[in-house]
């Protein structure tokens, strides 16, 4: 069964269908990316103290304080690790930024003001100024860790995650900006929650004035006219054709959304299983039999180096056929610093390529920021390749240059395969010759909450643990692409997530995959 992908060539009536999906064509048509980097939201933050720091220093000259700028002072609280860790805070600090900030800027008309303002607008300059739509990115983020999670709408507003508190609650209007994005992105009955959740907050607020009565009924009518959409688009989805399906390959259409699509045909059944242990296995939770384990085991791997027959490879056996295992403490915490360093320059908002439509563009498939470094750019990364060369013997002269991502809020990677199946299509991969043989994951850091590795039809999932490396082959014996491999980047909902992957294709030196058990067993 293929995914969906959005596009046209449908007959006349699906026009409708179209203009409500358009918000998928380019993922950053309404949603930005300023918040699928923690890096870039560090970077906000700090700017954001900078800001602060020039308006407290106006107010100390100031015998007449503005009760904007005092009440825009007074509301910032928290440091990096609020934001960087809490994608509640990260919400609410866009939400700061786009919205709050403007109130400010109105109070400094004033002709006393213009040094300061002149110095705000200077340190905005020096950075991505985020725009209304980054705040609608991170609040559709946070709906994707509702969804996958199992959070409720009532912790949200509150700012509870899993032990964490957010500085501040949700308003009203924030649970109706996630209602829009989540149906503008077809998560329909997430959509609803929101608004529900919106119109108890607004009515709370007794007794209502004439324009908070206006503004409760017009939202009620509002979530009927969504309801008729809901129906009709769903409708018209299932009366496409084939080739409108393949356009909607990759573009990160919600699995509800597809199951209403795909109800009654082969394979929908399988999706769903699928799709169920992808948010199991996401949330930490064993989808098979313990049975099913007996044979994994950990030990030493001695690689190809004569020091590493000294110091060994540790290694823990985490599924058999196919192949995957995880490599500990294969790197240090100063060659994962000196990576990142020299990757966050570079990063650049991720994207993915279709086989349908042969083009690379934004996804939501696929949310977080990634750079490319080669040999030669850093010593660092010449050790890094070497030592991959001596842990799977295979050769990185031929492989892709590193791969080294970034997740925010939400940050995430929708099950995908990494080989190119090439026997089936035909792509040009030079300089690169031939498909994607095997896969070295390199963890650079710790993920608080959520980030794992998931492998939904394996049943495994691997934690995202520092300094710690995860390796599989994607090709079988025979050169196709082994489809067990699917696998998916669960989102990160506390904390940040650095890696670094290597795509290699082809063997190298001789390679004797010597492993002894750990002699302390």
């Not at 998916?488 to 390679?511: D, M, R, S, T, Y």
Request: glycine share 6%; hydrophobic share 40%.
């Amino acid at each position: 069964m293929k995914e969906l992908e959005v596009g046209v060539g449908m007959r006349e009536c699906v026009v409708v269908l179209v203009v409500v999906l358009a918000v998928q064509v380019d993922g950053g048509l309404c949603l930005g990316d300023v918040h699928t980097s923690v890096a870039t939201v560090a970077q906000l933050v700090q700017a954001e103290h900078d800001v602060v720091a020039a308006l407290q220093q106006y107010l100390t000259t100031e015998h007449h304080r503005l009760h904007a700028i005092a009440q825009y002072i007074e509301n910032w609280r928290g440091g990096n690790a609020d934001y960087i860790h809490n994608p509640i805070n990260s919400y609410l600090l866009l939400r700061r930024l786009t919205q709050e900030y403007n109130a400010v800027l109105d109070a400094l008309t004033h002709t006393h003001t213009a040094d300061l303002r002149n110095n705000l607008t200077a340190l905005r300059e020096s950075m991505e100024v985020p725009v209304e739509a980054d705040l609608n990115g991170a609040a559709y983020s946070l709906v994707r860790l509702q969804d996958v999670y199992n959070l409720t709408v009532d912790d949200l507003v509150h700012g509870h995650i899993r032990g964490t508190q957010a500085l501040q609650v949700l308003t009203a209007d924030d649970c109706f900006r996630m209602g829009q994005q989540s149906f503008n992105n077809l998560e329909f009955d997430l959509s609803e929650q929101w608004y529900q959740k919106g119109l108890e907050l607004l009515q709370a607020r007794q007794p209502l004035t004439h324009r908070e009565k206006n503004r409760v009924e017009s939202i009620s009518r509002q979530q009927e006219h969504r309801t008729m959409m809901r129906t009709l688009v769903t409708k018209m989805a299932r009366e496409s054709d084939d080739k409108v399906h393949d356009q909607f390959s990759g573009l990160g259409i919600p699995s509800s959304f597809q199951r209403q699509i795909y109800e009654g045909q082969d394979g929908v059944d399988q999706v769903k299983v699928l799709d169920d242990r992808y948010r199991r296995l996401c949330r930490g939770e064993r989808v098979l039999p313990v049975e099913v384990y007996t044979g994994l085991k950990c030990g030493y791997v001695f690689g190809n180096s004569g020091f590493h027959r000294l110091m060994p490879f540790k290694v823990e056996l985490v599924w058999a056929d196919p192949i995957l295992v995880v490599y500990h403490d294969v790197l240090t915490v100063r060659e994962a610093e000196a990576v990142r360093k020299l990757a966050t320059p570079r990063l650049a908002t991720t994207q993915v390529h279709s086989f349908t439509t042969h083009k690379i563009r934004k996804s939501l498939a696929r949310v977080g920021k990634t750079a490319w470094v080669r040999r030669g750019d850093e010593r660092t990364v010449d050790k890094l390749l070497s030592r991959i060369e001596d842990m799977t013997g295979l050769t990185t002269t031929t492989a892709e240059d590193l791969h080294v991502l970034n997740y925010g809020i939400g940050g995430h990677y929708d099950a995908h395969v990494d080989f190119f199946d090439l026997q089936e299509k035909s792509l040009d991969k030079t300089p690169h010759q031939g498909d994607r043989l095997a896969t070295m994951l390199f963890y650079m850091n710790d993920v608080e909450a959520g980030g794992s590795t998931v492998f939904p039809m394996l049943g495994v999932g691997v934690e995202a643990r520092a300094r710690s490396a995860l390796f599989w082959f994607n090709l079988k014996r025979n050169g196709s692409g082994d489809y067990r491999t699917v696998h998916a980047a669960c989102p990160v909902l506390l904390g940040e997530k650095w890696i670094a992957n290597l795509w290699l294709h082809e063997w190298g030196q001789e390679f004797r995959w010597s492993c002894t058990r750990n002699p302390e067993e």
